[in-house]
């Protein structure tokens, strides 16, 4: 017996509750992390500075938040310099 589309989701995980693989997996990658940290950050000097930042960079994707883009919709698309007048007009 198939669900109806658009019929409310019954059983399984509540929404946002991580499975059981993945808070395990999430647990063995940051013990593994946590045991190589001063390995890594000795690698980490021995790099050229462009290549440094590139690695830091990476990392960072795993300790910060990714951004997303806002739109905002009806607002008027004004250049830096239109800004800039605006502003020093008020």
């Not at 992390?33 to 830091?56: I, S, T």
Request: proline share 4%.
């Amino acid at each position: 017996m198939s669900k109806q589309k658009g019929a409310p989701k019954t059983g399984g995980r509540k929404k946002g509750t991580p499975n059981k693989a993945t808070r395990e997996l999430r647990g063995l990658m940051c013990e593994f992390v946590e045991g190589h940290f001063d390995e890594v950050k000795e690698k980490m000097a021995e790099l050229e500075p462009a290549q440094w930042l590139r690695a830091y960079t990476d990392f960072c994707k795993f300790v910060l938040p990714t951004l997303q883009s806002v739109q905002m919709e009806g607002a008027q698309k004004l250049t830096i310099e239109q800004q800039l007048e605006e502003l020093s007009q008020s």
